[in-house]
């Protein structure tokens, strides 16, 4: 099984301005996934993702999930974007949405701990990694919904050339010898979305 799209609620001229090349079906091709922009109704937020794969489900302890074929990306992105690093999902219940996630045949590789109350769990489907927060800010009882994606590019410094002030400061990344840098928010139309370096080694 593997990611084949995600729906997120963005207009396309928001995500030209920040050197995506966007399609004329509103999407946007990169290497393991395909980001469907549904307009500004559900601005700011993933609304849902679309798996290709056996036995794909309805969803996944409450993440909307529907089934798609992968689509093979030629796009050439003016800010270097190459691929999805990771999706973020975040839960009152890592255990809960593990849970979930196994009955759908996907295991968790590794758990840690990032203090104060957090904990993420990280999940690879496919060719895509998923991390999934466990935050005591996050409701009891709540489902899982989807946060924010990270966005590997080929040059970051370039990225941040091309964006300008639409992107915040590059530093160090927590992952050891990788460069990340936020996207603002008011450019993102809210949705939680960063540009980091290319991995060095495979996902995990």
Do not use: Y
Not at 44 to 72: C, F, K
Not at 127 to 137: A, F, K, Y
């Amino acid at each position: 099984m593997r990611v084949s799209s995600l729906r997120i609620g963005a207009e396309p001229e928001g995500w030209r301005e920040l050197g995506f090349e966007v399609q004329p079906d509103a999407s946007v091709a990169l290497a393991n996934a395909r980001l469907m922009l549904t307009g500004s109704a559900e601005a700011g937020t993933i609304d849902s993702w679309a798996l290709e794969g056996d036995d794909v489900p309805s969803e996944i302890d409450g993440l909307r999930t529907d089934t798609g074929s992968r689509e093979e990306s030629g796009a050439v992105h003016p800010n270097g974007a190459s691929s999805i690093d990771h999706v973020v999902v975040v839960t009152p219940s890592l255990e809960r949405t593990t849970g979930a996630f196994s009955q759908a045949g996907v295991e968790c590789r590794r758990v840690r701990d990032a203090g104060a109350g957090v904990r993420q769990g990280f999940f690879l489907i496919g060719d895509l990694l998923v991390e999934v927060v466990e935050s005591p800010e996050v409701g009891d009882g709540t489902p899982a919904r989807f946060w924010g994606i990270t966005v590997e590019v080929e040059d970051i410094d370039a990225a941040a050339e091309t964006l300008g002030d639409r992107l915040g400061a590059v530093k160090e990344a927590i992952q050891p010898g990788r460069r990340i840098a936020t996207v603002r928010p008011e450019a993102s139309g809210g949705l939680p979305l960063a540009l980091i370096t290319q991995r060095l080694s495979g996902k995990g």
